[in-house]
């Protein structure tokens, strides 16, 4: 039986940048790009800009203060684009990439302009995974940042079960939740190679949460946090109904 997973990776690395990864699979009726802004808007000719540079033309979805401006669309993106129609306002830009296809895989993104000077908000990069039943599935969580020997990585999911802990070069499993008991494995090495990355064996539907990845110095302080989406869905004919991964 094979399963397909689809993650929704937001890194916050600062108040007006993110980096995103998205993982679905072809099969999916219609899957989000996410963009939050949580900056001020131009007076004047606001445009919203979502682009892959490896297309021609590069522009995939454009949105201005008086609506969507398709003209210069990429054909192939054609009637598969929309986003929130009040996105100027909201300060939500996510794009929705409806029936999303394998030669949608790529890097996108999200800019925003006054006609003069532009901003780039967002880089997500849009890709499938496709597991069989029985293996694992890696939520993936880097960083670039030097962590001390000492410090604390702790995965939990959305009801605030605790999923894993690992401190001091070894796995914590006094209060993992009985759920993930067993079932759950990071890298030994991580604080050389700043992967943070958590190993779920025997995935199965009743697993599709969200989990956030949060390292914490030894004081305490929360030095990253990363929140990861994971969707689960399989049946014995290895046939996939519609999914969609979404933020917020």
Not at 26 to 45: K, R
Not at 83 to 92: G, K, N, T, V
Not at 206 to 221: A, H, L, P, Q
Request: contains cysteine.
């Amino acid at each position: 039986m094979k399963m397909f997973v689809v993650f929704v990776i937001l890194l916050h690395v600062s108040q007006h940048a993110l980096a995103v990864e998205v993982e679905g699979n072809a099969e999916a009726e219609s899957v989000q790009l996410p963009c939050q802004y949580s900056g001020f808007i131009p007076d004047d000719n606001p445009t919203v800009t979502w682009t892959r540079n490896n297309l021609d033309p590069t522009t995939v979805h454009l949105r201005r203060e008086e609506g969507d401006d398709l003209k210069g669309q990429n054909r192939r993106y054609s009637g598969r684009t929309s986003m929130r129609p009040d996105a100027l306002d909201s300060l939500d830009f996510s794009l929705t990439l409806r029936k999303p296809q394998l030669t949608d895989s790529g890097k996108y993104s999200c800019t925003l302009s006054d006609g003069r000077e532009e901003r780039q908000l967002t880089t997500v990069q849009l890709y499938r995974e496709e597991v069989d039943s029985g293996e694992f599935v890696q939520l993936p969580c880097k960083t670039t940042l030097h962590l001390a020997e000492d410090a604390k990585v702790e995965w939990m999911d959305s009801g605030d079960h605790r999923v894993h802990v690992f401190q001091n070069g070894l796995d914590q499993p006094v209060g993992q939740s009985q759920d993930y008991r067993g079932r759950t494995e990071m890298y030994a090495n991580l604080v050389k190679t700043g992967d943070l990355s958590l190993f779920l064996d025997r995935p199965t539907e009743k697993d599709t949460n969200i989990y956030t990845c949060s390292v914490y110095s030894r004081e305490g302080n929360i030095l990253l946090m990363k929140q990861v989406k994971l969707y689960v869905r399989g049946s014995e004919s290895g046939e996939v109904g519609p999914q969609e991964a979404t933020v917020g």
